[in-house]
């Protein structure tokens, strides 16, 4: 088999001069693709966009440019005969015309604003627990209660037996109360339309280490609250409402998810809604509180996403030229390997 050297050597010069020239203008071509690649951007970048030109403020013609304006009389022609005034008419009042300041025109353009669409929402900001949880393991969004001498946790509870959609569910937690009728929730304000009504409701469940209410006396319970007006001090509210939510053993194969659902007619544009688990009496039991699903819909003001903006200018044109020019050399590179392949076979 001959070498590749001599396999040159043998062709044709024709076919040698043909090749180099396929070889020269790929290097050409290859040499141009990263030249506006990676140094047309450097050596003429995007201009910044000019700022906007601000109008001045109209201004008004000062008193001796206005007096100079008026107190020139009109020339008379000549030939024209002047009237003057009679003395029978000397005691006559003749109105004369105040000269207005002359101001230049002013035109303002009206910057587009983007403008709400009224629209039915669920207005509660993760309401699933799905959109994170803070360092606190509480929901995003969220904010929290207690009014002390107990032990008070949130918890991301992502069993799967707890959880009533998605795969989080919040967990509130109190245990070891040391005086009766402890408090620790969550609330939310949500901006609403003043006089609308609003649906609210919530799925979750309760767990204690017992799973009886006959037997803890109705110990754990869950409540809910609303302020109307968007305030969010949680001892203001006064319509706290007792769920029927019985308790469940706290460890088991399987749960009862139970549901609560109200409807609330808005005071103000915002609207808080609490959430709070409740253990009356103190002694070391252990309550938790699984909420989720927690939604309030009615009409709101949603503001639509900006159009996109199409990407415009040098950087398009660069990257479709670079499409261009990488083909054309791949085709040449094709072609060169084809016309060696031929000469090749020739010898």
């Known amino acids: 088999m001959s070498t ?33 690649t990676y140094l047309w951007p450097i050596i003429s ?3 910044a966009p000019a700022p906007i030109a601000t109008t001045p403020p109209p ?26 005034e009679s003395p029978a008419e000397a005691g006559t009042v003749t109105a004369t015309s105040t000269p207005t300041p002359i101001t230049p025109t002013v ?24 959109e994170g949880f803070q ?34 569910t919040q967990l509130i937690e109190i245990k070891d109360a040391v005086q009766p009728n402890r408090y620790f929730g969550i609330y939310q304000t949500a901006e609403v339309i003043p006089g609308e009504v609003y649906t609210f409701s919530m799925r979750g469940l309760v767990r204690t280490n017992i799973g009886d209410v006959e037997k803890t006396s109705y110990g754990y319970r869950l409540q809910v609250g609303f302020d109307l007006s968007g305030g969010q001090d949680w001892q203001e509210v006064e319509n706290w409402v007792e ?15 139970d549901t609560y659902t109200t409807t609330l007619t808005a005071e103000s544009d915002t609207l808080t809604v609490f959430v709070r688990a409740w253990k009356k009496w103190a002694d070391s039991g252990e309550g938790d509180y699984d909420v989720d699903d927690i939604q309030l819909v009615g009409l709101a003001c ?11 200018g040098a950087s398009t044109a660069i990257l479709d030229n670079v499409r261009v020019w990488a083909t054309i050399a791949l085709l040449l590179l094709l072609l060169g390997g084809a016309a060696w392949r031929f000469g090749w076979k020739r010898t």
């Open 243 to 257: 769920l029927p939510w019985d308790e469940q053993l706290r460890l088991q194969d399987s749960f009862r998810f």
């Open 59 to 84: 201004t008004t013609a000062a008193p001796t440019e206005i007096a100079a304006l008026t107190t020139t009389p009109p020339s008379t022609p000549t030939g024209t005969p002047v009237v003057t």
């Open 135 to 168: 360092s606190d393991e509480l929901g995003n969004y969220w904010n929290g209660f207690h009014n002390g001498n107990a032990a008070f946790s949130f918890h991301i509870d992502d069993w799967p037996l707890v959880v009533v959609e998605g795969e989080h």
């Open 107 to 130: 035109t303002i353009t009206a910057t587009a604003t983007p403008t709400c669409v009224i629209e039915i929402h669920n207005v509660m900001r993760n309401g699933n627990f799905e």
């Open 4 to 36: 590749l050297s001599e396999r040159w050597r043998n062709s044709s010069r024709a076919f040698r001069v043909f090749f180099v020239l396929l070889l020269s203008i790929l290097l050409l071509l290859l040499c141009l693709l990263a030249f506006v």
């Open 302 to 312: 949603v503001t639509p996403p900006a159009p996109a903006v199409p990407v415009t």
């Open 45 to 47: 970048p995007t201009p």
